[in-house]
């Protein structure tokens, strides 16, 4: 009877434990150990604001963090420039789950390059610009330069919605510095585009700073987001860059800027340049 009753006692034992932990597994607790980070809380992004920014490639820069600076400022329009499509992919991606900041995207490669952004021999990666946002774009173009000194560049451009205003805006990366004459080719085909839209924004790097002689024609055109900065003042252009050179900018095209924000950034030797714009 002892041996009998010992074999109940253990099954039941076995039972119980059994149910415990089914009720545990069942509850979708996987233990304190297993336990996921809280997210982020979800913000949404600034309906009238574009941002400018070379995020530095090859740099070997942790996407998770280029997300977050982004995500600081929670732009309506993002123009990124050194940009391998893996890389945006990734970016787009951690600003989604991350931040909860939701983009469309469109690409604006412009050179195959495994060496920058990986992929397979026979299929490279996708370098050049990239646009992110917010609302849907259409019309998207992508334009390489005739020449693009030592290195393949051009623009891309697509139609989208800013602050409550319909416009087109342009994203670019202009040849290095000291290739002037090469940069002044690649703005007459850049102002070309823009000169053709009433309302437009250009982003973008252009290696150049203010005065430089092959920005000219922009001036013409546009006008900087800080209205002290301007081809014939530079010592009030603020730098966006390491080495203390204004070499980004946000120019506009029939709209108005209500002010900018330089932010130094120690996941690029460029620094995020954004502006707010006037809304209708």
């Known amino acids: ?41 979800v913000r949404d992004v600034v309906p009238n604001r574009v941002m400018t920014w070379n995020i530095c490639n090859p740099c070997e820069e942790s996407n998770v963090h280029r997300a977050a600076e982004i995500a600081r400022y929670a732009p309506q329009v993002i123009g990124l420039q050194e940009a391998c499509v893996s890389d945006v992919e990734k970016i787009r991606d951690y600003l989604e789950s991350r931040h909860g900041l939701v983009y469309h995207v469109e690409y604006g490669a412009v050179l195959k390059n495994w060496g920058r952004c990986g992929g397979v021999l026979w299929n490279p990666g996708g370098y050049g610009q990239a646009i992110l946002s917010a609302a849907p774009m259409t019309d998207a173009v992508t334009v390489e330069y005739p020449d693009g000194g030592s290195e393949d560049r051009g623009y891309m451009a697509v139609t989208t919605t800013v602050g409550g205003q319909r416009l087109r805006v342009f994203n670019t990366h202009l040849a290095e510095r000291r290739q002037e004459t090469v940069r002044a080719g690649q703005t007459r085909v850049l102002a070309a585009a823009v000169a053709r839209h009433g309302r437009a924004i250009v982003l973008g790097d252009f290696n150049a700073v203010p005065d430089a002689p092959e920005l000219g024609r922009m001036w013409e055109l546009t006008t900087d987001t800080d209205p002290r900065c301007s081809s014939a003042h530079t010592g009030t252009c603020e730098a966006t860059t390491d080495w203390q050179s204004r070499f980004d900018y946000v120019f506009l095209r029939g709209v108005t800027s209500l002010g900018q924000g330089v932010h130094p950034s120690s996941y690029s030797d460029h620094h995020l340049l954004h502006t707010d714009l006037k809304t209708p």
């Open 1 to 41: 009877m002892l041996g009998r009753g010992m074999r109940l006692l253990t099954g039941a034992l076995i039972v119980a434990c059994v149910a415990l932990v089914g009720h545990n597994a069942s509850s979708g607790d996987p233990g304190p150990s297993a336990r996921s980070l809280p997210a982020e809380a």
